[in-house]
């Protein structure tokens, strides 16, 4: 079944994202290049010692893997006051727990976008059939003591 795109991916320019720096996207250009992974909604574990960061599939309360998207996210902030906005100015001190596969992570660093991406093939369920979202994978962090999260470690990419 094919989900709607949550995102407007219209008209936007030709593959823009290889020849626009992050800073210069304008806002919709920024926000196409979200692949819908759901995997910035997930809780991560850190290791004190070495500052390693690991995702967990115990994600944040508000996150529908039914849907693989917040299930508030216009008054998100409201419930989970710490999610974070991505602005381009500020993906360097987000990088040590952008998932691997972020499209803005890979930007930031040169990198092509994934053929499942869907600014690439058209269809915003690609992200899903590739096998790289959250989509019917995770467990509510309400669910889980967070003394066990580390048995819900997942590896990366998926
Ligand atoms: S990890 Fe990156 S690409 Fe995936 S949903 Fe979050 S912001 Fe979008
Ligand atoms: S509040 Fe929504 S967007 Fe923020 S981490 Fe939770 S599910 Fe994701």
Redesign the pocket.
């Given at each position: 079944m094919s989900r709607d795109d949550p995102i407007d991916r219209s008209g936007l320019r030709d593959r823009y994202w290889e020849t626009t720096p992050l800073d210069r996207m304008t806002q919709r250009e920024w926000e196409a290049l979200c692949d819908g992974c759901?995997k910035?909604?997930l809780n991560k574990l850190e290791d004190e010692e070495t500052g390693e960061v690991a995702l967990t599939r115990v994600?944040?309360?508000?996150?529908?893997d039914t849907t693989c998207?917040?299930?508030?996210?216009p008054i998100?902030?409201q419930?989970?006051p710490e999610?974070?906005t991505l602005r381009p100015q500020e993906i360097d001190r987000h990088l040590y727990w952008l998932p691997q596969t972020c499209a803005y992570r890979l930007r930031h660093e040169g990198r092509p976008l994934y053929d499942w991406h869907p600014l690439i093939s058209g269809n915003a369920d690609s992200v899903h059939d590739a096998g790289v979202s959250m989509l019917s994978r995770t467990v509510p962090e309400y669910e889980i003591d967070e003394d066990d999260w580390e048995d819900h470690i997942i590896e990366e990419p998926l």
């Open positions: 759901g910035c909604c994600a944040c309360r508000l996150f529908d998207k917040c299930a508030q996210y998100r902030q419930f989970v999610c974070i």
